[in-house]
Nanobody, 120 residues
């Protein structure tokens, strides 16, 4: 079992930046592949980024490639630059074993999410 808690969301103007964090407790965090997903009102949950347990392999949705960076050490991070209003959503971190996936239903552990709002 692993417990996940996101932080770092907030309100930012378009073009601004935010850094999300995801703290983990329970089973050794380093053994899990991790992902970030987001869900906007009225829309399905969508993949944002994922990272392998070693941090050596990363994946990004086309919509965030070049603007967002996923990383990990003792926690999981999502650096979000050049934010756009369409990035507005609740952002969730998720964990799975063994490798990363872009499919949300392959993740067994989820945080409760943090709200990101980008104003135009």
């Amino acid at each position: 079992q692993v417990q996940l808690v996101e932080s770092g969301g907030g309100l930012v103007q378009a073009g601004g930046s935010l850094r999300l964090s995801c703290a983990a407790s329970g089973r050794p965090f380093s053994t899990y592949a991790m992902g970030w997903f987001r869900q906007a009102p009225g829309k399905d949950r969508e993949f944002v980024a994922a990272i392998s347990w070693r941090g050596s392999t990363t994946y990004y949705a086309d919509s965030v490639k070049g603007r967002f960076t996923i990383s990990r050490d003792n926690a999981l991070y999502l650096q979000m630059n050049s934010l756009k209003p369409e990035d507005t959503a609740v952002y969730y971190c998720a964990a799975r074993f063994p490798g990363p996936s872009t499919d949300w239903d392959e993740y067994g552990y989820w945080g409760k999410g943090t709200q990101v709002t980008v104003s135009s």
